[in-house]
């Protein structure tokens, strides 16, 4: 996987730069930058030093979200920055890139804190075989000593019908109830890092976005890593869209199928 990092001029896209530097730093993605003026007499982008150095940047002119969906190769990470203010809470780039790019997306967004040092990275999974693929990413780019992975299970009155799906008991709706079998398993088949890295599962009752959105902050999280489905309308995606909105650290949206999401 490599990391296509979509720039703007100002500190936006300094502060996306400087996080997605982080993130290529611990997961081993090649890194490149890609900044799209919309004609050519638009700006020139002009980086600090720090940000610049072994960076290579290329400038294309032309319609944003279509330049940057051509220049992503299938198994690219697109990092972007979401804007606040617009009438649907996305700029019209982020919103075309959240409905049609197939690739996994880093999204940061005002708010959101930056990474400086990805040390803790929170998985929410719901239990079934399909969202765990976000697992599998994490695992595979983040695994590793001096880092913890926080699997998070929020349960609720709805469960996952998708074959192979490890919900939470429904008699489990008091955290101090004894659930050990069900961590075990849970944690056994969604949670297991061969590089030494620390897991750990996180269990609690309510609804998912506010539950996820309370822990990262509490930990605090640096990551929030999430399966998604491409789409902003109901369901998951709807779920997606509140972290979107309300997560205090950026988000690693992992591409599933929609009908998974």
Sequence with gaps: MNLLVVLEAGPEGQGLLASARALSHVSGWPLRGLHVKTDDAAA???LPARLATNTAIAEVTGEPAAAVLAAAAADDVVALWVPSGSEEGLGAVAAALLARAPQTLFVLRPGMRPIANLRRIMVPLEGSPSASEAMRVTDEAF???GREIVVMHVGTADM???PGSLPIPRVVDQE???WSSWHEEFTMRFAACPQGGRHR???RVGDPPTMIVAEATRLPADLIVVAWGGATGAGRSLFVR???EESPCPLLLVPVPAKAA
Excluded: A, M
Aim: with cysteine; glycine share 6%.
């Design 176 to 178: 101090q109830y004894e």
């Design 201 to 203: 599962t996180v269990v």
């Design 143 to 145: 695994c590793g000593r």
């Design 242 to 244: 509140r972290l979107l």
């Design 44 to 46: 020139d982008l002009t």
């Design 160 to 162: 996952p019908d998708e």
